[in-house]
């Protein structure tokens, strides 16, 4: 059985992460923050098969085109589009060990669609050598890189998931995002006092919401300022009557914090869900969200546990639904 553990490699112009369920994704981008990106991603165990996907913004000026593909040096290798837009995604729908053969020797890759984006190999195939390390499939007749004569069945399967308790639901009655007044003894905290300051100068209110989470305990939610696409919380729980408080923990792949450079009780446009239990960020490196950081935690009756996280460092127009997944839990 394949034993991992999330973890992300840069190889010169390619970066590469593998989760701790085992899948893993080399992506490359284009230059100099240039709006186009391939990805390559592959699911752990002995039957799992490579997929190709890429992205690019098109001029708005250029007609519109149905015909998508890569081309590495004089191969081309056609694609289908997922949608259209102004982030269109192409998919090569056929066998994908060609292209990687290509991408890993070639020595040029362009994006073709209504308009071209270059995209570096440099660096690809050491990321995808590195991919086949992380999954065993070094030597076996399923390695993207280094193949050899050891038979599929060689490769270590996956890893079984985490499994996160999720506590039942309650009911919600006299809680939510507004008209909730703040325990005295949050309000007496500097750092709440801080935030509610700041929150009345940005013109958010008080920003203050609250959910019960069982019958002992009450999560709170304070604003703490805003951006043009960001909107910073502080988190905290106390008791029913507003006795003991003390701020959320939420750990993430990186260790406790939602951002390592602020408290650990902290998210950027966090919300919590009484419905499904969960309490989720999203960091946005920029504002149409094409890059920064996903996180959901689920409360299991005593802790927000983490159970889904994905991150984007590149600014290139990558969809969130295509990042790449550091963290998963069932």
């Not at 038979?151 to 506590?167: E, K």
């Not at 149409?288 to 996180?295: F, K, V």
Request: one cysteine or more.
């Amino acid at each position: 059985m394949l034993q991992t553990r999330s973890e992300t490699r840069q190889f010169r112009d390619w970066s590469a992460t593998c989760s701790n369920d085992g899948t893993c994704w080399a992506f490359g981008f284009a230059p100099d923050f240039a709006a186009g990106w391939v990805r390559i991603a592959l699911p752990p165990g002995p039957d799992a098969r490579p997929e190709v996907a890429f992205g690019y913004w098109p001029d708005s000026d250029a007609p519109a085109s149905t015909a998508v593909g890569l081309q590495i040096d004089d191969r081309a290798f056609p694609a289908t589009l997922d949608n259209g837009g102004q982030t269109p995604v192409g998919r090569i729908r056929s066998d994908t060990i060609p292209l990687i053969d290509a991408m890993a020797q070639g020595r040029s890759m362009t994006i073709k669609g209504a308009t071209t984006q270059a995209v570096s190999l440099n660096g690809a195939a050491a990321a995808l050598l590195w991919i086949d390390e992380k999954q065993g499939r070094l030597g076996t007749t399923t390695a993207l890189i280094r193949r050899g004569d050891r038979p599929a069945s060689s490769v270590p399967v996956a890893p079984p998931l985490p499994t996160v308790p999720v506590a039942p639901r309650i009911d919600q009655t006299g809680f939510g995002d507004s008209g909730q007044t703040l325990p005295a003894t949050l309000r007496a905290r500097r750092e709440v006092g801080d935030c509610l300051k700041e929150s009345q100068m940005s013109g958010i209110g008080d920003g203050v919401s609250s959910a019960r989470l069982d019958a002992r305990t009450v999560l709170w939610a304070v604003a703490c300022g805003s951006g043009a696409y960001n909107l910073t919380h502080f988190w905290y729980l106390t008791g029913p009557d507003g006795r003991e408080p003390r701020p959320v923990a939420l750990v993430g792949t990186a260790g406790p914090g939602a951002n390592p450079v602020m408290a650990d009780n902290t998210t950027i446009n966090g919300a919590y869900d009484p419905e499904t239990r969960t309490l989720s960020a999203f960091a946005k490196g920029r504002g149409i969200g094409d890059c920064g950081a996903l996180q959901t935690w689920a409360w299991t009756g005593d802790r927000f546990a983490l159970t889904r996280e994905s991150s984007m460092g590149n600014c290139a127009g990558v969809p969130n639904d295509l990042w790449p997944v550091a963290w998963r839990t069932r």
